[in-house]
């Protein structure tokens, strides 16, 4: 179940920063907010996680609004490569936890030359 | 470190045949979840395993299952084919069960049913 809402499709011009949101209002205190995407037809592939701090790594910067209702997923100097679709999900980090992920539709990302 | 591998890449069987895919998850990794991807239903969740026991599984008929080896190797099967079963199939590796660790995806089965 989907507790996610993105936006379905967006552009952006190559080397500019990529700026996607995603809305999860209902989230609780104890769910993270995970980032993956998908290049056509391959595996998703983990992009960033977060609980309330803004994260960084080498990929993209994750920011998660002091409400923890929405966060942004920035990606600094897109490139033709990072044409894909991104899902935004929630999970509970729960050690007891049904390990699957609720994929939604997520937003496609079209970097245009 | 090696990633999530799956075989073989591309299947493609008739109906009623059954099908046997493999995944061997991250070196350490011992959950190994399995999800359907179709263009009408998207990413869906079949079962995870995890020391060799299956601990969830979603919505799908018992023609689908699976099992994980001593070695975190798993397969999935599905029997008696239907056309709708046309997809691909991804598996994932997280170092444990529950929901505290990262799952890793492979590049995926695409399994074509004539």
């Known amino acids: 179940d989907a507790k996610t809402t993105q936006p379905p499709s967006m552009d952006c011009a190559e080397g500019r920063a990529a700026n996607l949101p995603c809305n999860h209002s209902?989230?609780?205190?104890?769910?993270?907010v995970y980032w993956y995407r998908q290049i056509h037809s391959q595996g998703p592939q983990y992009i960033i996680h977060?609980?309330?701090n803004n994260e960084t790594n080498e990929m993209a910067s994750l920011i998660i609004t002091e409400d923890r209702k929405s966060s942004t997923l920035i990606l600094p100097h897109a490139t033709l490569r990072d044409t894909a679709v991104y899902y935004c999900?929630?999970?509970?980090?729960?050690?007891?936890?049904?390990?699957?992920?609720?994929f939604g539709t997520g937003t496609r990302l079209t970097v245009i030359p | 470190k090696a990633g999530v591998t799956q075989t073989p890449r591309y299947l493609i069987k008739t109906r009623g045949q059954q099908v046997t895919l493999s995944c061997s998850p991250i070196s350490g990794h011992r959950s190994v979840s399995w999800y359907q991807q179709t263009p009408g239903q998207g990413l869906q969740f079949l079962f995870e395993?995890?020391?060799?026991?299956?601990?969830n599984k979603g919505n799908f008929p018992g023609r689908f299952s699976g099992r994980q080896f001593s070695n975190s190797r798993s397969e999935m099967n599905v029997s008696t084919l239907e056309l709708g079963d046309s997809a691909l199939y991804l598996c994932?590796?997280?170092?444990?069960?529950?929901?505290?660790?990262?799952?890793?995806f492979g590049p995926g089965t695409r399994l074509t049913v004539l």
């Open positions: 209902t989230i609780s205190g104890n769910e993270y």
């Open positions: 999900i929630v999970r509970p980090r729960d050690l007891t936890g049904a390990n699957n992920l609720f």
């Open positions: 994932a590796s997280s170092l444990t069960s529950g929901t505290t660790d990262t799952q890793y």
């Open positions: 977060g609980l309330k």
């Open positions: 395993y995890f020391s060799e026991t299956q601990r």
